[in-house]
């Protein structure tokens, strides 16, 4: 298995709602500093649109079904049964390629 670009968006949605979030945020600094010098006391955080990127991400995430639940079950069986059968050189095929792509 290989998992490159864990920051992209899983949720094609996603990338509009943070737009949105994000300029919903830019809205309120432009009126936190049009307001007055009492709504301005108090803790702030800036986020990056990484962070935004990384916490959208995760939202969709853990949102979406885990559509493999039902194969990781039957091989939980298998494993338990001893059944289970995997192939070998497939599984060593796939180590070295995911070792010649780290290398590019």
Do not use: F
Request: glycine residues 4%; hydrophobic residues 40%.
């Amino acid at each position: 298995m290989e998992i490159k670009k864990l920051y992209g968006v899983l949720d094609p949605y996603a990338a509009k709602r943070l737009q949105e979030n994000q300029r919903a945020q830019q809205d309120q600094a432009v009126n936190r500093q049009n307001g007055s010098a009492d709504q301005q006391l108090g803790d702030k955080v800036a986020l990056s649109p990484e962070a935004r990127l990384l916490g959208a991400t995760m939202s969709a995430a853990t949102a979406a079904p885990d559509a493999r639940a039902e194969k990781v079950r039957n091989l939980k069986e298998q494993v338990q049964s001893g059944t289970y059968k995997p192939d070998i050189k497939k599984a060593a095929a796939n180590l070295i390629r995911d070792d010649l792509n780290l290398l590019r």
